[in-house]
Structures are given as structure tokens and as C-alpha cells.
């Protein structure tokens, strides 16, 4: 069955203070993993989509990274605007596009 | 701008209610899904459709029922037979062009019982 697990649930961090959010996933043929940042009352906003082991990819103090177990998001020197919600997902070939979910790990950045 | 738009933010069913939830998508998008958000849970599939008039089961459709009818538009209805429809409501389209799957989400709907 395929399967995301994301961790810690809950991360708080001094501004500055930069740490790295787990994803694990078992999947039947990997054909992308994507993260997302979800506010709070809204609906989750695109971060990255990783397809290989090895292949890395940046945006401002966030970058993503992918083995063939997990993968994982770095945060580096925070801001209290990166607090929110972010949420990994898989996508399986064969499966219609859809995604399968991890439940989130919550971020709060304090100043 | 070209987005997803869900309607209401807000809504309220009583009991033995079927209520109807609102996606429309004008980026030209082929697929569409519904998803589930509960706290501390996972987004979980309801339903999803590929094209016009096709539409499968995710992995809650229990309760639910969708249309497909026309490219821009696929409603979500949570029937009576839903007992625990409290959930924030999460509707997303997608293309269907191979290395750029991601999925485009809407605002939401928080469903509430009265």
C-alpha cells in the first residue's frame, strides 16, 4: 500500500534557528513527490515537485531534497512568515494523477 | 487570473441534508479531485475525474457523489448518508501533461453540522 509518513508533527523554531522537516513514502513506482505549504483556513500552495533520487531543487530559504526512501525539507534561517503547515504527497505511475498525502508537519517560526 | 474557485467558505448542513459544494476552474484543466482535510490528518481522496463526463472513486467516497459535465465545473454533493461530514473541503484540477502533474488547489469549504 502506498504510504506517506511526515515528521516531526509539530516544529518550533526560533527565527533564524534552521532545522529540516521529514517525508518517508513507500510507493509502487515513484512518479513525483511534491511539497506544499498550506496557511491556515486556505488551501495548500505548490512548493516543489522532486521525480529522482539525487535531484534537489531551491526556492528563497526553503530547499527539497529526495532519496529513494524520503525526502526532506530544509529550512534555512527561518522567518515567522514561514510558519504554516507543509505537507508532502506522492504520486504513483499508473494511478490517475492523484496524490497521496502525509498528514503535515506544522511549522511555527517565533521572532 | 486563472485559479480554482470554491463556494461557499462556509456552509451548514442539518440533519438527513444533501448539500452541494461548488468547483470551477478556468486554467483549462483536464482533471479535477475532491479531497478531505480533517485536523491532524492527511488530505484524503473523495473523488477525481480525468475528463468530461468520467469520474472515479478516491478512497472515502462513501457519502458522496459528484458530475463531470462540463471541463470547468465538478460539484461535490455530501449526501445524508455522510454521518461525519465535518471537514474542510479541499477541490483541485490538474493537467494531464507528463512532468508537470502538480495539483492547483482552491481556498476551501468548511462543512459544519447544525
Known amino acids: 500500500e502506498d504510504q506517506v509518513t511526515q515528521s516531526p508533527e509539530a516544529l518550533r523554531l526560533q527565527e533564524g534557528e534552521s532545522s529540516s522537516l521529514n517525508c518517508s513514502y513507500t510507493?509502487?513506482?515513484?512518479?513525483?513527490l511534491f511539497w506544499y505549504r498550506q496557511d491556515p483556513g486556505k488551501g495548500p500552495e505548490f512548493l516543489f515537485t522532486l521525480y529522482s533520487a539525487g535531484e534537489e531543487k531551491e526556492k528563497e530559504r526553503l530547499k527539497a531534497t529526495l532519496t529513494k526512501k524520503e525526502s526532506f525539507l530544509h529550512i534555512t534561517a527561518p522567518k515567522p512568515e514561514d510558519s504554516a503547515t507543509y505537507l508532502c504527497a506522492v504520486q504513483a505511475h499508473n494511478q490517475g494523477g492523484k496524490l497521496i498525502f502525509g498528514q503535515g508537519t506544522e511549522l511555527s517560526v517565533k521572532p | 487570473d486563472g485559479g480554482i474557485t470554491q463556494s461557499p467558505k462556509y456552509l451548514f448542513r442539518k440533519e438527513g441534508q444533501n448539500v452541494t459544494l461548488s468547483c470551477e476552474q478556468n486554467?483549462?484543466?483536464?482533471?479535477m479531485y475532491w479531497y478531505r482535510q480533517d485536523p491532524g490528518q492527511g488530505l484524503r481522496l473523495i473523488y477525481y475525474s480525468q475528463i468530461v463526463n468520467d469520474f472515479q472513486k478516491g478512497d472515502i467516497a462513501e457519502g458522496y457523489s459528484v458530475s463531470r459535465e462540463k471541463k470547468e465545473s465538478f460539484p461535490l454533493t455530501v449526501t445524508s448518508a455522510q454521518k461525519n461530514p465535518t471537514a474542510f473541503y479541499l477541490c483541485a484540477s490538474s493537467t494531464r501533461r507528463t512532468g508537470d502533474e502538480k495539483l492547483f488547489f482552491g481556498s476551501g469549504t468548511q462543512l459544519s453540522v447544525l
Open positions: 510507493v509502487s513506482g515513484l512518479r513525483g
Open positions: 486554467l483549462n484543466h483536464d482533471a
